[in-house]
């Protein structure tokens, strides 16, 4: 993605573009796979404090930027949203698939999402479903 279109990615959900703003989100566009706030430090390096960096991948969370994927072992990473997330409400509802081989998480974005009837009285506010196994790339190797 082009530095002008990463700008106005931001600028669109009302958040100040900001250097590290920047560079968080061309991180998310390069990348072909979830994020850790962990390897998002590592990629930036010692250009930028922790906190500053966990509060801008918070930011992005709550704005609709990226999204929250829940992992079996109890972590937290993240993927870019598609542009028709909103900030209250993400509408980027996919499925995930956590390859047991290389450890990346992926957003099945072309799965059909069903929608799945919930007994009366139960309103869901998220879906999160993780397929586990061997991605495609570990499955040629």
């Not at 989100?25 to 500053?52: H, M, N, P, Q, W």
């Not at 993400?90 to 799945?116: K, M, S």
């Not at 009366?120 to 190797?141: H, M, P, T, W």
Request: charged share 30%.
């Amino acid at each position: 993605m082009k530095k002008e279109s990463l700008k106005e990615k931001v600028k669109s959900t009302g958040l100040k573009n900001t250097p590290l703003r920047e560079e968080v989100l061309k991180i998310f566009t390069e990348a072909r796979k979830a994020l850790s706030s962990k390897d998002i430090i590592e990629k930036l390096g010692k250009k930028y404090d922790r906190v500053s960096i966990f509060r801008t991948i918070s930011t992005f969370a709550e704005n609709g930027v990226i999204h929250a994927i829940p992992t079996s072992s109890d972590y937290v990473v993240y993927s870019l949203c598609r542009d028709n997330c909103a900030t209250a409400e993400h509408l980027d509802h996919h499925y995930h698939f956590f390859c047991r081989r290389c450890g990346n998480i992926f957003c099945l974005n072309d799965f059909e999402f069903y929608n799945i009837k919930l007994p009366r009285g139960y309103k869901a506010e998220s879906v999160n479903i993780l397929f586990e196994g061997v991605c495609k790339d570990c499955s040629q190797n």
